[in-house]
């Protein structure tokens, strides 16, 4: 079982930034897929953005241009920095890891490994 352990939320004024930090118990990053999702009480969660062992992304199109995925393979953290924040922002945000497959697409797979959340909210 693979531990993933979420940092960086926070409070923030809308047009802010804040940078989530998610380090997982893995040797090294190749061969999985990693994802950060949002989920607002009662609703389902959604997938924000996912990158692949190659470094290829996806991004919700409501993210797109003002958050970026990245991840520091020598101390195997997964980054989501958010830029431009916006009210409908406001969400749990989980770090998620699961095995990759050349074939597959990383922003539709089914993720098995979740972290606890971080909680991020951006007031008006």
């Known amino acids: 079982q693979v531990q993933l352990v979420e940092s960086g939320g926070g409070s923030v004024q809308a047009g802010g930034s804040l940078r989530l930090s998610c380090a997982a118990s893995?040797?090294?990053?190749?061969?999985?897929?990693m994802g950060w999702f949002r989920q607002v009480l009662g609703n389902a969660r959604e997938a924000v953005a996912t990158?692949?062992?190659?470094?290829?992304?996806s991004y919700a199109d409501s993210v797109k241009g003002r958050f970026t995925i990245s991840k520091d393979n020598a101390k195997n953290i997964l980054f989501l920095q958010m830029n431009s924040l916006k009210a409908e922002d406001t969400a749990m945000y989980y770090c998620?890891?699961?095995?990759?497959?050349?074939?597959?697409?990383?922003?539709?797979?089914?993720?098995?490994?979740w972290g606890q959340g971080t909680q991020v909210t951006v007031s008006t």
């Open positions: 998620a890891i699961t095995s990759w497959a050349p074939a597959g697409n990383c922003y539709t797979r089914s993720y098995d490994n």
């Open positions: 893995v040797d090294d990053y190749y061969g999985y897929c």
């Open positions: 990158i692949d062992p190659l470094g290829d992304t």
